[in-house]
């Protein structure tokens, strides 16, 4: 269904260098780099980048959006509880610890340095 997801930041480095280790864990990696904008594919597939983390074109102020969410697939669960805990310890702030959630699917979610509301998903 997408081609690619962009997520704003004000301050790429930082961003990349919290994404490079929140997506460790889910076989994602940053494979492009560019003065505006960075790159991450599936370790397996480094050529289809899905992710990009990008300055805005219109060099206003990057923001997130209200109600607006991505979520990263994950292999197990260990996948998630791993994404969580990087994140929280390099200043995600908390938005639904890892666990079940509508039956027996298993999330966490956080929000990234800029704002940007984040989840690992685990279909179980």
Do not use: Q, W
Request: proline share 4%.
């Amino acid at each position: 269904m997408f081609t690619f997801i962009t997520l704003g930041t004000n301050n790429l480095k930082r961003s990349a260098n919290f994404y490079n280790k929140i997506l460790k864990p889910l076989k994602i990696k940053k494979v492009l780099i560019h003065n505006r904008y960075y790159g991450y594919a599936k370790a397996k597939s480094p050529k289809k980048i899905e992710l990009y983390l990008i300055k805005p074109h219109n060099k206003k102020k990057a923001t997130f959006g209200n109600g607006t969410m991505i979520t990263f697939n994950a292999r197990s669960k260990k996948e998630v509880e791993n994404f969580y805990h990087i994140g929280i310890k390099l200043g995600a702030k908390d938005e639904g610890s890892p666990g079940p959630r509508h039956g027996k699917d298993y999330y966490a979610y956080i929000r990234d340095l800029d704002g940007n509301k984040i989840c690992a998903y685990k279909k179980l």
